[in-house]
């Protein structure tokens, strides 16, 4: 099936570090999202991506959508204990009207404090 | 609003058994979903619904059936409940409609254990 394919896998980072993630494709996308999940927890949207190139911002968080539509990143600015989770980013493609989305394998990021 | 909800939030099935995954939601979504979360992987989408009486399959439905009678509820069937089948179970929604990018709102999840 699909893949969007997330690195890095995990990461173990110092308070304050900055952290950078990202997702490709072999094909293309329409739409990029990153969430988030804590543990025991539901994914909870973070950033939505729609148009090539786009940078986005939700307040330590900026996400870019790739100008070839095949790729996406995250960055987290000065990280915090309460960042740990799970980090996936998602991807729409076509003009699907249905809202199904395809899921990267996450990337888990733990910091100490 | 409570949002979108789950039960139950664990249970243990023995092999052959069946059982039903309740989800409910508040918020007058028309879209709803559900997924299924393997260790270590991304969600995949196993059913959706765009609307009351509307259903189609995902990625991984195999095993598995829905029903969408009213607007609220969207319940996930195991009939013959497998070891395959373990995993944790997340409903979300979504308004839907012309903007189909528009959030998904997922639930707490149900952690299912086949043995």
């Known amino acids: 099936g699909q893949q969007l394919n997330q690195s890095p896998q995990s990461m173990f980072i110092q308070e304050g570090e900055d952290v950078s993630m990202n997702c490709t494709s072999s094909s293309i996308f329409n739409t990029w999202l990153w969430y988030k999940q804590d543990p025991g927890e539901g994914p909870v949207l973070l950033i939505a991506?729609?148009?090539?190139?786009e940078l986005t911002s939700n307040g330590r968080l900026t996400a870019q959508f790739g100008i070839t539509r095949k790729d996406s990143f995250l960055n987290i600015s000065a990280s915090i204990p309460s960042d740990v989770g799970i980090y996936f980013c998602?991807?729409?493609?076509?003009?699907?009207?249905?809202?199904?989305?395809?899921f990267g394998q996450g990337t888990t990021l733990q910091v100490k404090p | 609003n409570a949002g979108v909800t789950q039960t139950p939030k664990f249970r243990i099935l023995k092999i052959g058994q069946s059982m039903t995954l309740q989800c409910a939601q508040d918020?007058?979504?028309?879209?709803m979903y559900w997924y299924r979360q393997d260790p270590g992987m991304g969600l995949k989408l196993i059913y959706y619904s765009v609307g009351a009486g509307i259903t189609d399959k995902g990625e991984v439905p195999n095993g598995y059936n829905v029903s969408r009678s009213t607007t609220e509820d969207f319940p996930l069937r195991l009939e013959l409940a497998a070891p395959s089948q373990t995993s944790v179970y997340f409903c979300a929604s979504s308004y839907g409609g012309s903007r189909a990018t528009d959030t998904q709102y997922f639930g707490p999840g149900t952690r299912l254990t086949v043995l």
């Open positions: 991506l729609y148009k090539a190139g």
């Open positions: 918020m007058n979504h028309n879209y």
């Open positions: 998602a991807g729409l493609k076509g003009s699907s009207n249905t809202g199904k989305l395809i």
